[in-house]
């Protein structure tokens, strides 16, 4: 009989026997006999509720105490360490000693429940989700996930995240993820092996043996790009001199850990070419980097996918070393297995018992790549990378980010946690009108662009010059499907009144730096992140713009840098004063004699720490219906008598409309 037979030396009944054993010694007898009973879990694993409601989903309930859950845990129990762990300790560390006593003692009905799996063109996206209650307060949610060889792997679909980097396999699994997109995504721009190549890229043919080839952007073929972190300079970076040697072959050991890596990913994945900034830009050529650069984005944008070094903080680090094993405590548990024929059957499960483990978007926003201002625009217009983090190995293109090998365990659905390639325009997109479309469509495509300049602005450019010409590649692609007006230093000109008003983080604030990079009214012209206005869909605006131009630095860089600009506008301007605790002003409809009261604003913000004149001025841009709202800048005089510079930005509440339409309007210049 199929008991009979021997498994390893030993009876199938034995081997059933000792796996139950196993199983049993991961949890307490109260958990054995009661969640992971073999009934009570199956019923609630094969019935997983929707995580939106979950009044609807099939969950078991059982009682306990926190003291007891505590001495469980101690002796080893793995589910009461899951409970005990994801206990906010404020909900009790205030208490006095009789109410701690009341709290660990009183009696508490714990409620668990199975989530269901989330799929994309059938892609697994997220993971199946544990969650527990302790009355109606939901103590977590985790993904849970199992090996690919534990009995529990026909039922747990997702897998232990991938550790090893440098293997053919790895690569493998990474190229079956680009070929679905290239078969099964309709909303991702499909690969050429006919698309013209770079100016130059790096033959990896033989990856020992790599050399500079110069197509002349006459040669066709199909491309892998690199976005990295330079973190130091590199010293054998291509230059006029060594440009010749470069293509007759590059020693290996001339080349930084992360190009050295990139080169042995293109050739493990099939492909030939790669392109690399370091190398692929002739770097001590004023006229070729302006030239290249202007290039930058199409090379990503026509790449066939692009190698994210996102884990190396420097180009010398490398990205292909094998990864760590999450440093959060991992919950090993018991899994009765399906099957009426083999009863006894156990695998084992797991969860990470850790908040930010729950989503990996969330482990990736420390990686060094999201530092660096390049490697954003480099993101946004790639079709589709294999992003190489701390962790494991994910795949993202304009549809889905997914960890490889089914290596999932949740995504954010949060906008600004999903700083992803699908929010931007498709090239063959036809051209926003804000006359003839809607307000929806009005308020989305800012708020991606407000979402990007967010993320934007909190990295760090090492070349001053690079502040606008590191996002010039987004704002082109914009320009060609949402905006019809002018860009301006890093606003659009159909947008202004809402992209003038945006201001630095709180304590996000940084000395302005000394070179010029934009004029003052522009984002660009200081550091530190920047947050937009909110969108308000009534406003009055209080200015009337009537001239502006701004000077780029190179015509072939239409969104780059610039080395002028001004807003010539007709404006009412209020004096104010910014003192050590705030900002002050003269307001007419408070004092309508010779301002002999000040009013404090306290919503103000200063664009950058160091010295401002105290002697400033209110420029107010728009007042807002809800909540009667006058939102504005600071501005202080600058050579001229009618030139002012911005220094800040303010709002003030309480404000009627008909206290401000009817102030006088100023010729002004904002430079």
């Known amino acids: 009989m199929e008991s009979d037979k021997a498994v390893g030396g030993k009876s199938s009944r034995e081997a059933i026997s000792e796996a139950a054993d196993g199983a049993r010694s991961l949890v307490c007898g109260l958990c054995w006999n009661g969640l992971f009973s073999r009934q009570s879990f199956r019923e609630i694993w094969e019935s997983p509720g929707s995580l939106i409601d979950v009044k609807k989903q099939k969950s078991f309930s059982y009682s306990s105490t926190w003291n007891r859950i505590d001495a469980s845990s101690r002796a080893g129990c793995n589910w009461c360490s899951l409970l005990l762990g994801s206990v906010d300790p404020t909900m009790h560390d205030c208490y006095s000693e009789d109410e701690d006593s009341l709290f660990r003692t009183f009696g508490r009905t714990i409620r668990v429940a199975f989530g269901k799996p989330s799929y994309f063109e059938g892609v697994l996206m997220g993971a199946q989700l544990v969650s527990a209650w302790v009355g109606d307060y939901q103590l977590f949610q985790y993904p849970v996930y199992t090996l690919p060889d534990d009995p529990s792997a026909k039922e747990v679909l997702a897998r232990e995240r991938i550790r090893r980097m440098k293997s053919t396999e790895t690569c493998r699994l990474a190229i079956d993820y680009v070929s679905n997109c290239h078969k099964h995504h309709s909303g991702c721009p499909k690969p050429s092996h006919d698309r013209v190549l770079p100016t130059r890229v790096i033959d990896c043919t033989n990856p020992e043996d790599p050399r500079l080839c110069i197509t002349g952007g006459a040669v066709r073929g199909s491309y892998v790009a690199l976005s990295y972190v330079w973190g130091e300079d590199q010293p054998n970076k291509t230059t006029a001199r060594n440009i010749g040697t470069y293509t007759q072959g590059i020693d290996l050991g001339l080349l930084p850990q992360t190009i050295r890596d990139a080169v042995w990913v293109t050739h493990a994945c099939n492909e030939t070419y790669l392109w690399v900034d370091a190398l692929c830009i002739i770097q001590d050529s004023r006229e070729d980097k302006h030239r290249e650069i202007a290039k930058i984005p199409q090379s990503f944008a026509d790449a066939s996918f692009t190698i994210i070094a996102a884990r190396s903080p420097r180009a010398s680090d490398g990205f292909l070393h094998d990864c760590q094993p999450p440093s959060v405590p991992v919950r090993h548990l018991p899994f009765p297995c399906k099957g009426d024929d083999d009863p006894g059957r156990f695998g084992t499960f797991y969860v990470e018992q850790d908040v930010l483990g729950k989503h990996d978007d969330d482990l990736d926003l420390n990686e060094p790549v999201h530092k660096r201002a390049w490697c954003l625009e480099e993101r946004l217009l790639s079709p589709r990378a294999l992003v190489y983090t701390s962790s494991t190995l994910g795949f993202h293109c304009q549809l889905i980010r997914a960890n490889i090998g089914n290596a999932v365990r949740a995504t954010h659905d949060l906008a600004d946690h999903r700083l992803a390639i699908e929010w931007m325009p498709g090239l063959g997109d036809g051209y926003f009108d804000p006359k003839a479309d809607s307000a929806f469509d009005y308020n989305r495509s800012t708020t991606l662009w407000d979402n990007i300049i967010h993320n934007y602005t909190g990295r760090a450019v090492t070349q001053v010059e690079d502040k606008l010409i590191a996002l010039a590649g987004v704002a082109s692609r914009f320009a ?164 002012y510079r911005r220094v800040g930005c303010f709002q003030h509440f309480s404000v009627s409309k008909d206290d401000v339409l009817g102030l006088d309007r100023q010729e002004i210049v904002l430079k």
């Open 480 to 643: 060609a499907r949402w905006k019809k007006g002018d860009y301006l230093s890093g606003l659009w000109l159909d947008n202004l009144q809402h992209d003038i008003l945006w201001h630095i983080a709180v304590g996000a604030q940084q000395p302005r730096p000394e070179a010029y990079r934009a004029p003052s009214w522009s984002w660009a012209s200081t550091e530190g992140s920047v947050v937009a206005a909110k969108l308000h869909p009534h406003e009055t605006p209080l200015y009337e713009l009537t001239g502006y131009e701004v000077t780029r630095v190179s015509p072939t860089l239409s969104f780059g840098g610039v080395t002028a600009g001004h807003l010539a506008m007709r404006a009412p301007l209020l004096r104010a004063t910014w003192r050590d605790d705030g900002l002050y002003a003269c307001l007419p409809w408070v004092d309508t004699q010779s301002c002999a009261t000040e009013t404090k604003l306290y919503h103000a913000w200063r664009d950058a720490i160091g010295p401002c004149s105290a002697d400033a001025w209110l420029l107010l841009i728009v007042w807002r219906a809800k909540s009667d709202e006058l939102l504005g800048l600071v501005v202080v005089r600058a050579e001229y008598s009618t030139e």
